[in-house]
């Protein structure tokens, strides 16, 4: 059996045995026959249901927040927001998706000649806990509305989640089978991607499931979208709008305790607001209130794993035993619980695990710079490149240094997020392909050429 935990409480809350092989593939069959029939809706027709799927979203948010709260500890007001977000990608892509897969005409020596964008089939998911509807909802929902049918394989400790979405998707009124759950062990994963009635596979996780996953789609000669995370730079030059840069860099890092693949992480300051800007952080994160996720006025719940918390507070004693310095937090909270306080390091190098790895909790480190030329070059000094934060009055020169951060994103004066209107996606070893806006609805489709004498 799999148990899903409230990180929270430690209780036991939902618990269910795997499938089985044999149901893993009664499941396939099952997703196969309804692609048959769900690629013949036309846009209008599956727009319907997905402003259908987005009305009962926000109908029933609070008590989908409180199931996401109480699977995996996020606070209560973002998860809130959250499922609104999930709402909004719907009603987007119910709107838009039509004009996104119209046809495109091209001059050729033809009478006629176009692409059009047709669905292929059963896209497999591998979905991440750390937003567990917006992880699966941002995945299932372009390529579904793009005719594909869509098998979800979600996190271990998230399954009574993934079991709630299957159901709003019935409740909705979508057919059976258009979307799927499967709860199986790693080790049947592979099969899935094996399977010739499975079209493509996306992941989002760390770089290590990552390239296990994309050397099994290349195997398979399936398509496959990877989003792995990152280590992302958020910079602070010295005529940055100084309170609205270090508030918003808090909300960025801390936000989800910390659990956040395109949080910022390196803060990379001009060293002539280096102290200010520690000093203000340091204020900003001391004042934090840790405590029931459920309550209004809690400002950061726990970790969501045991696993997570010790891995997060490796890397924070590494880094300190190479000669980071602990400004704030550095600590458990108390022996029992999940919770780590926030945390500030300084004296941060290449070498250390809080500067060359993916830090998933709540820990700031803060880089100094000479300038902005140095700022760029210690953001681009990493093997992740997701999004970027970028912080200046001085607009020309902040869209020049946008065009050299080595990322999928770069936000200036704000703070990286996910859009449904724009494509979301990294470069390096934060993955390849992308999801959401136009790009996102055409990644599993097929680009078929027609040419009419």
Same mark, same amino acid.
Not at 150 to 159: D, E, G, R, T
Not at 368 to 387: H, Q
């Given at each position: 059996m799999?148990?899903?935990?409230?990180?929270?409480?430690?209780?036991?809350?939902?618990?269910?045995?795997?499938?089985?092989?044999?149901?893993?593939?009664h499941?396939?069959?099952?997703?196969?026959?309804?692609?048959?029939?769900?690629?013949?809706?036309?846009?209008?027709?599956?727009?319907?249901?997905?402003?259908?799927?987005?009305?009962?979203?926000?109908?029933?948010?609070?008590?989908?927040?409180?199931?996401?709260?109480?699977?995996?500890?996020?606070?209560?007001?973002?998860?809130?927001?959250?499922?609104?977000?999930?709402?909004?990608?719907?009603?987007?892509?119910?709107?838009?998706?039509?004009?996104?897969?119209?046809?495109?005409?091209?001059?050729?020596?033809?009478?006629?000649?176009?692409?059009?964008?047709?669905?292929?089939?059963?896209?497999y998911?591998?979905?991440?806990?750390?937003?567990?509807?917006?992880?699966?909802?941002?995945?299932?929902?372009?390529?579904?509305?793009?005719?594909?049918?869509?098998?979800?394989?979600?996190?271990?400790?998230?399954?009574?989640?993934?079991?709630?979405?299957?159901?709003?998707?019935?409740?909705?009124?979508?057919?059976?089978?258009?979307?799927?759950?499967?709860?199986?062990?790693?080790?049947?994963?592979?099969n899935?991607?094996?399977?010739?009635?499975?079209?493509?596979?996306?992941?989002?996780?760390?770089?290590?499931?990552?390239?296990?996953?994309?050397?099994?789609?290349?195997?398979?000669?399936?398509?496959?979208?990877?989003?792995?995370?990152?280590?992302?730079?958020?910079?602070?030059?010295?005529?940055?709008?100084?309170?609205?840069?270090? +508030?918003?860099?808090?909300?960025?890092r801390?936000?989800?305790?910390?659990?956040?693949?395109?949080?910022?992480?390196?803060?990379?300051?001009? $060293?002539?607001?280096?102290?200010?800007?520690?000093?203000?952080?340091?204020?900003?994160? $001391?004042?934090?209130?840790?405590?029931?996720?459920?309550?209004?006025?809690?400002?950061m719940?726990?970790?969501?794993?045991?696993?997570l918390?010790?891995?997060?507070?490796?890397?924070?004693?590494?880094?300190?035993?190479?000669?980071?310095?602990?400004?704030?937090?550095?600590?458990?909270?108390?022996?029992?619980?999940?919770?780590?306080?926030?945390?500030?390091?300084?004296?941060?190098?290449?070498?250390?695990?809080?500067?060359?790895?993916?830090?998933?909790?709540?820990?700031?480190?803060?880089?100094?710079?000479?300038?902005?030329?140095?700022?760029?070059?210690?953001?681009?000094?990493?093997?992740?490149?997701?999004?970027?934060?970028?912080?200046?009055?001085?607009?020309?020169?902040?869209?020049?240094?946008?065009?050299?951060?080595?990322?999928?994103?770069?936000?200036?004066?704000?703070?990286? +997020?996910?859009?449904?209107?724009?494509?979301?996606?990294g470069?390096?070893?934060?993955?390849?392909?992308?999801?959401?806006?136009?790009?996102?609805i055409?990644?599993?489709?097929?680009?078929?050429?027609?040419?009419?004498?």
């Amino acid at each position: 059996m799999i148990q899903s935990i409230n990180p929270y409480t430690g209780k036991i809350i939902f618990e269910h045995r795997e499938n089985t092989a044999d149901e893993v593939e009664h499941i396939i069959q099952e997703t196969h026959q309804a692609f048959l029939r769900w690629k013949a809706y036309d846009y209008a027709s599956r727009g319907k249901l997905f402003s259908r799927l987005a009305n009962l979203l926000r109908e029933n948010k609070e008590s989908y927040a409180r199931l996401i709260t109480m699977e995996m500890g996020k606070i209560v007001v973002e998860s809130r927001a959250e499922v609104e977000k999930c709402a909004w990608l719907c009603d987007y892509y119910a709107e838009h998706a039509a004009s996104m897969l119209e046809a495109e005409i091209f001059e050729t020596d033809a009478g006629k000649s176009y692409v059009r964008f047709d669905p292929v089939g059963i896209i497999y998911g591998i979905m991440p806990w750390n937003f567990p509807f917006w992880q699966a909802f941002r995945a299932a929902v372009p390529t579904m509305m793009a005719g594909n049918t869509f098998i979800l394989k979600h996190a271990p400790n998230v399954l009574q989640t993934a079991k709630a979405i299957e159901k709003l998707f019935l409740e909705a009124g979508f057919p059976e089978n258009t979307f799927s759950n499967v709860i199986i062990p790693v080790e049947l994963s592979e099969n899935i991607v094996a399977h010739p009635l499975v079209e493509g596979v996306t992941l989002t996780g760390s770089q290590r499931a990552g390239a296990i996953v994309a050397a099994q789609a290349g195997k398979y000669l399936k398509k496959s979208v990877m989003e792995l995370g990152g280590s992302d730079p958020y910079i602070v030059l010295k005529d940055a709008e100084f309170n609205v840069s270090c +508030k918003t860099g808090v909300c960025s890092r801390m936000l989800n305790a910390g659990q956040v693949c395109i949080s910022a992480k390196r803060f990379i300051v001009e $060293e002539a607001v280096l102290d200010q800007f520690l000093k203000e952080q340091q204020k900003l994160l $001391e004042n934090m209130v840790l405590g029931d996720p459920l309550l209004e006025t809690t400002d950061m719940g726990p970790m969501a794993r045991m696993d997570l918390l010790e891995h997060i507070e490796n890397q924070v004693n590494t880094s300190i035993k190479m000669g980071a310095k602990v400004i704030c937090g550095g600590r458990r909270r108390d022996e029992t619980s999940l919770f780590y306080t926030p945390t500030l390091l300084t004296d941060v190098a290449k070498g250390m695990p809080v500067f060359d790895e993916e830090t998933f909790g709540p820990v700031s480190v803060v880089i100094p710079a000479k300038d902005a030329e140095d700022a760029i070059r210690i953001a681009n000094d990493t093997p992740y490149g997701l999004g970027a934060s970028l912080w200046t009055q001085n607009l020309a020169l902040a869209e020049k240094l946008a065009a050299q951060l080595e990322a999928g994103a770069v936000f200036i004066n704000g703070m990286t +997020k996910s859009d449904p209107r724009l494509p979301f996606g990294g470069t390096k070893r934060s993955g390849y392909g992308r999801e959401l806006s136009t790009l996102g609805i055409r990644e599993f489709v097929n680009a078929k050429t027609v040419w009419i004498a």
